[in-house]
């Protein structure tokens, strides 16, 4: 996926409602999903949507380091968000920002009511996430990462979080903002939604809306995360299906 230069626009959608990379108002940038990436760790998974570019490791449930911080009813969950230094145009310091801090704790929220954490007392759950690329909405796409990486680890799950963030550029609404969208638009809201039981674990908004737009860009969220979620699962089967079929054939050999 080709990245837009930073630079403002003269507009973000033109006459004929199409954004700035192609895109219809509603489309999605392009998904690759893959799972089990990383054989070291316990569950890791790929995740590009648009020139975002997410790697996801889970590690545990393992013992708690420091001891004192385990919990007797249920594990620690622990969420590490870090963006690569050649991640995007200027090169980032590798020291942990204020942003990366607070994305990490948003993630972990967001992942959190998916993890059965009461089976796993006095343990901890680990998930560190590294942004190769970004291109706007790495939060969504790093929160689609770990929650294949957690269910990758065989992890206890109600179910898998997918997540999008919808926006309003030039008075429109539109779906999974891209960088020079994000920066140069009227609104962002990124919304994390599990499946199936359909329940929202994260919310976020920056900008102005309206009631009935902000009531719009939640149905645009569920449309487009049941996208990502039936990729997730695509993703899971091609992981998952491929091993069984491998076991299969040794045994049968
Ligand atoms: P999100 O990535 O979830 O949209 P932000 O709204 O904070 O989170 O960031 C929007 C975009 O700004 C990021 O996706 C990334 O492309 C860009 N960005 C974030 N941090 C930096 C940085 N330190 N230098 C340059 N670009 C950045």
Do not use: W
Not at 78 to 106: I, Q
Not at 155 to 169: H, Q, T
Not at 190 to 216: M, R
């Amino acid at each position: 996926m080709e990245l837009i230069k930073l630079e403002k626009p003269e507009k973000l959608i033109d006459e004929n409602n199409i954004r700035v990379d192609g895109r219809k108002l509603n489309d999605l940038r392009p998904i690759k999903m893959e799972v089990g990436v990383l054989p070291k760790a316990n569950g890791s998974a790929y995740v590009e949507m648009g020139g975002n570019k997410i790697l996801a490791s889970v590690y545990g449930p393992r013992e708690v380091h420091p001891r004192h911080l385990a919990e007797s009813n249920k594990a620690v969950f622990r969420c590490l968000y870090r963006m690569a230094t050649f991640s995007v145009d200027e090169r980032k310091s590798p020291a942990p920002s204020r942003r990366e801090n607070e994305l990490s704790m948003v993630i972990g929220q967001a992942l959190e009511p998916a993890i059965f954490l009461n089976y796993y007392p006095k343990t901890m759950i680990e998930c560190t996430i590294l942004v190769i690329q970004a291109d706007g909405g790495t939060r969504c796409a790093s929160i689609n990462a770990a929650s294949l990486a957690l269910a990758d680890a065989g992890i206890a799950m109600r179910g898998l979080v997918s997540a999008v963030a919808i926006g309003k550029a030039d008075g429109k609404l539109i779906v999974d903002l891209n960088n020079v969208e994000d920066q140069f638009g009227e609104g962002d809201l990124p919304i994390a939604i599990l499946y199936p039981l359909k329940e929202v674990s994260l919310i976020q908004f920056d900008g102005i809306l309206t009631n009935e737009e902000f009531q719009q860009c939640i149905n645009l969220a569920y449309d487009a995360c049941e996208i990502i979620f039936n990729k997730q699962i695509e993703a899971l089967h091609k992981r998952y299906s491929k091993e069984i079929i491998e076991k299969d054939n040794k045994k049968e050999a």
